[in-house]
């Protein structure tokens, strides 16, 4: 891994509202896991991605990456500067609320975890074609928790097992 792939903002250039996104990734006893590696994928702050596939009539920030890497540390830590990143289209009239996808690749898994972070307080978590597939009781948590009362830090901890485990994705 390279020295600031964990920053997507390319030195704070890119648009959009900054935000810092960490956590912690822990086991099903609690234990924080390091040397976890974490990738996350997003859309701009137009909601539009930095991937050919996406041909949408929306913005490209030359100076947003829209994809990072991060490895936990001794205590399981990790942390992003990356933008919030806008709405993005889904199947039909719907649209995604805005997220950020997550791969988790750490010893002892035979394929990688992928999972999503939410923004609290976002009205379109609400019919969120994928948050609305998970089971309600368990959709909180993927909503991250803002940090000191402000919308600038945002906390989303990985639990890969046992009773408050993250809800994941088929790959």
């Known amino acids: 891994m390279r020295d600031g792939e964990n920053d997507l903002t390319v030195g704070g250039k890119a648009a959009g509202d900054p935000i810092v996104v960490e956590g912690q990734v822990i086991d099903g006893t609690g234990e924080p896991l390091r040397d976890v590696l974490l990738e996350i994928w997003q859309a701009n702050a137009q909601g539009r991605y930095n991937h050919p596939a996406d041909d949408s009539d929306r913005e490209l920030d030359e100076n947003f990456r829209g994809f990072g890497r991060a490895l936990t540390d001794a205590e399981g830590r990790y942390r992003f500067v990356t933008i919030k990143p806008g709405a993005v289209p889904a199947d039909g009239n719907q649209w ?55 919308d600038t830090t945002v906390r989303f901890d990985i639990v890969l097992q046992g009773d408050n485990e993250t809800p994941f994705f088929e790959d």
């Open 96 to 150: 995604q609320a805005p997220h950020i996808a997550f791969s988790i690749f750490a010893a002892g898994l035979t394929r990688r975890l992928v999972t999503r972070l939410y923004f609290p307080g976002e009205d379109a978590n609400e019919t969120d074609p994928a948050l609305s597939g998970i089971p309600e009781g368990d959709r909180a948590r993927l909503v991250g928790q803002t940090v000191d009362g402000g």
